[in-house]
């Protein structure tokens, strides 16, 4: 499985439309999480971030929402954010603009949010360009750090260290609240908690506008 964990400067200069790391000098870091809500990896996540009284950003699936509509809620309660990640988890390279636009809108019924991630990071410059444009005027959220934790090949100690030797001030870091990732997560997520925080970072939700 190819991917880059530290999103490259060029990739960046690439897509100047989507946020690829959150400005600033503070020691702040931004942990998200895409695909749930997850019975299991959620909560985790949740009662993790309560430990630590981080905030994250949830990057939610439409349909995942529909199904675990109390957890959604419980993320909002508990004062983090959210964004759309579409309904089908579609991937926007493989998916006609119209086709995607509508899946896209059929999750911000559920999801209200003006913030977006691409599943996989796959979007396409019109896809991107109509996104950010009446009715849906949202803006594209991508990422610094990738942890992994999606990967099978990878071992949790390997998803550890990416974050940890990848991550500085205004990171974004991608996690995944799903069951493919749980395990890792598990692992990785303490970890990274509370080793930021013993270097004096705090965590916040992400906010553009």
């Not at 005027?137 to 090949?153: H, K, R």
Request: contains cysteine; positive net charge; hydrophobic residues 35%.
């Amino acid at each position: 499985m190819l991917y880059l964990v530290k999103t490259p400067w060029w990739l960046q200069k690439l897509y100047p439309e989507c946020t690829w790391q959150m400005p600033g000098k503070e020691k702040i870091i931004y942990l998200s999480f895409d695909d749930g809500p997850h019975p299991s990896a959620t909560s985790f996540a949740l009662d993790e971030l309560k430990k630590y009284e981080a905030k994250g950003t949830f990057f939610c699936i439409g349909k995942n929402v529909e199904s675990n509509a109390t957890l959604y809620e419980r993320i909002l309660d508990e004062g983090h954010a959210v964004g759309n990640h579409t309904h089908q988890h579609l991937n926007g390279w493989q998916t006609p603009k119209d086709d995607y636009l509508q899946d896209i809108a059929d999750a911000g019924k559920l999801i209200r949010s003006d913030l977006f991630r691409p599943p996989y990071g796959k979007v396409t410059k019109a896809q991107l360009k109509n996104l950010s444009e009446l009715p849906y005027q949202l803006s594209p959220i991508m990422w610094t750090v990738l942890s992994g934790d999606f990967d099978n090949s990878l071992s949790k100690e390997k998803c550890l260290k990416n974050v940890l030797n990848k991550s500085t001030k205004g990171s974004i870091i991608v996690f995944h609240d799903s069951e493919k990732a749980f395990k890792k997560l598990q692992f990785v997520l303490p970890q990274v908690l509370l080793y930021f925080t013993e270097k004096g970072y705090q965590f916040k939700s992400i906010k553009i506008k």
